[in-house]
């Protein structure tokens, strides 16, 4: 199921491009039209700001580079071209930035701000029912284990996890080769695993 | 024989999906509605001036409208400009009248030295180095003709002064110089340009017809300015080519240096009537009549003996013996000239 899956992901990249439906919207909001814009954004805006606040660990700067990527998405607006998949080129514009933002040495939320952040965000303690505690205590070691991996890493697995992206998508996001790609995803679903287990 | 390899499953990762299930319950962070409508607005925003060209078809107020400072700042500049431009137009023939007047008057009060030295080269020669060195000026003055005119005006007069001057120098040229031409003389003299001929000949013909002189060198002056020379010629015959040489000595003492009379005073006017034959002494004439080129060779000749360099020096003096010959040598010298 996963290799058909997958087998799908592999030969539909061009196609995706010609019949994204989310391409279609940004081509109908070049042509002025908001709705397709609002119905564009509805459908990625939580997996854009996910992947930027776990990429980052900053909530500051992750609203910093989702309102700037949306920005750079609406200011190219008329030069867009459905060569790819919409959300594949919405990351690649996020991914840029955050490249940028780290180049030019801003330093992320460390470690314990980091997990202060992320913490805050989960759903209140007092909600979960005492039999789920340790599947929540799994959730936190793998949000830990996803912040400690290098940097590298976490946003191929990311992008593979959150965005369920092919490895030729993921190369073309993030710029590298597909071997670099599969061969980050292994180091890091290998290092998950091992805390998991622990 | 090989066994066909099964189909690389590349994308099949180990775990992913026990990972895949466990990232999926973690909470869903979502940004917050401040975040939503700045973008939403942000969207809107952008379509706006799209929406207003294409629906009334006027282009956006900021193209065709220019701020009035903009308007003010460039006449301010272009009136400053045009002020400038008409100042230094004006300053122009000012400041140059001063400059052209301190030209000729360099010309006129020309050393023995430089007089001596520019004397090689003839009148025609040496209005075209003029035109070349002063190309600038000449072009100068072509471009405004009527300072030039102006200028020939004054020019004339300062000229009739140096004409004075020179029709005295003429008079007060030692009778040696002027008579004594040698026989052999080392290379002829190119011929002088025809004005130059016809100037020496008023000169000789009228020398007290200064008005004459005075309308000659007016015209001369005027053809000069007009043909961008700024400072008149003194009237000098033209020098043997030898002349120009480095060794001074063997230049030809025969040659009419018409420099030194110009400057020499009025004092020096008594040498004139002294008769051709009786020779003055070098130590009579060395202060006031021998020519510092001369009185430089003698010294040098003295300058040899006295450091013992006593092959050249007697080489020099005889060569200077030969070359002036009515010259009475000092006593120092002339026991050196007969020495066997």
Redesign the interface.
């Known amino acids: 199921m996963a290799y058909r899956a997958s087998q799908y992901r592999l030969t539909s990249v061009s196609m995706d491009a010609v019949v994204d439906p989310d391409a279609m919207l940004m081509l109908a909001y070049a042509r002025g039209d908001l709705a397709a814009f609002e119905t564009l954004y509805a459908n990625h805006r939580g997996m854009l700001y996910r992947f930027l606040l776990r990429s980052v660990r900053d909530p500051h700067r992750t609203d910093e580079l989702f309102q700037e990527t949306w920005s750079r998405v609406i200011a190219s607006r008329a030069r867009y071209q459905p060569q790819a998949k919409f959300s594949t080129w919405l990351l690649q514009i996020a991914h840029n930035l955050m490249i940028d933002g780290m180049r030019r040495q801003r330093p992320m939320a460390s470690g314990d701000e980091a997990e202060a952040a992320l913490a805050a965000l989960t759903t209140p303690e007092r909600e979960q029912p005492d039999h789920a505690l340790s599947d929540f205590e799994r959730r936190r070691s793998l949000q830990r284990a996803i912040e400690q991996l290098p940097e590298e890493q976490r946003v191929a697995v990311l992008l593979r996890l959150e965005q369920e992206l092919s490895l030729e998508e993921i190369a073309e996001v993030t710029g590298a080769g597909r071997e670099t790609v599969k061969s980050r995803l292994r180091y890091a679903m290998n290092r998950l695993r091992e805390v998991l287990t622990e | 024989m090989n066994t066909p390899l099964p189909p690389d ?12 299930a ?2 999926r ?8 509605p401040a ?2 409508a ?3 607005r ?3 925003q ?2 706006e001036p ?2 207003d060209e ?1 629906a009334v078809g006027v282009a956006p107020r900021s193209r065709g409208v220019r701020p009035p400072w903009l308007i003010g700042m460039s006449s301010a500049a272009a009136m400053l400009l045009v002020v400038g431009l008409a100042w230094r137009m004006r300053d122009m023939p000012a400041n140059e009248a001063p400059a052209m007047s301190a030209q000729v008057s360099t010309h006129a009060s020309t050393t023995p030295e430089t007089s001596q030295a520019a004397a090689a080269p003839t009148r025609s020669a040496r209005r075209s180095s003029d035109l070349a060195s002063g190309g600038l000026v000449a072009q100068n003055h072509s471009e405004r003709r009527p300072a030039a005119a102006s200028l020939a005006d004054s020019e004339a007069e300062k000229t009739t002064t140096v004409n004075e001057r020179r029709m005295q120098a003429l008079r007060a040229a030692p009778a040696p110089a002027m008579a004594s031409a040698p026989t052999p003389a080392p290379a002829p003299p190119p011929p002088a340009p025809a004005e130059m001929s016809a100037s020496m000949d008023q000169l000789a013909a009228a020398p007290n017809d200064l008005p004459s002189l005075k309308k000659a060198d007016a015209a001369d002056a005027r053809d000069a300015s007009a043909t961008g020379r700024v400072a008149p010629q003194v009237v000098q015959t033209p020098a043997p080519v030898n002349e120009l040489s480095q060794n001074a000595a063997a230049a030809p003492a025969q040659t009419y240096e018409p420099a030194a009379p110009l400057t020499q005073p009025m004092a020096a006017a008594p040498a004139a009537s002294l008769p051709a034959s009786d020779k003055p002494t070098l130590g009579e004439l060395s202060a006031q009549d021998a020519s510092p080129a001369q009185q430089r060779e003698l010294d040098e000749i003295r300058r040899l003996f006295a450091t013992h360099q006593d092959t050249e020096a007697q080489q020099r003096l005889e060569r200077f013996h030969r070359a002036h010959p009515q010259w009475q040598l000092a006593p120092d010298l002339d026991v050196h000239l007969h020495k066997p």
Request: net charge negative.
């Open positions: 499953h590349d994308d099949d990762l180990p775990g992913e999906a026990e990972l895949a466990l990232y319950k973690l909470p869903k962070n979502e940004p917050g975040l939503d700045a973008v939403l942000a969207a809107a952008a379509l799209a929406n294409s």
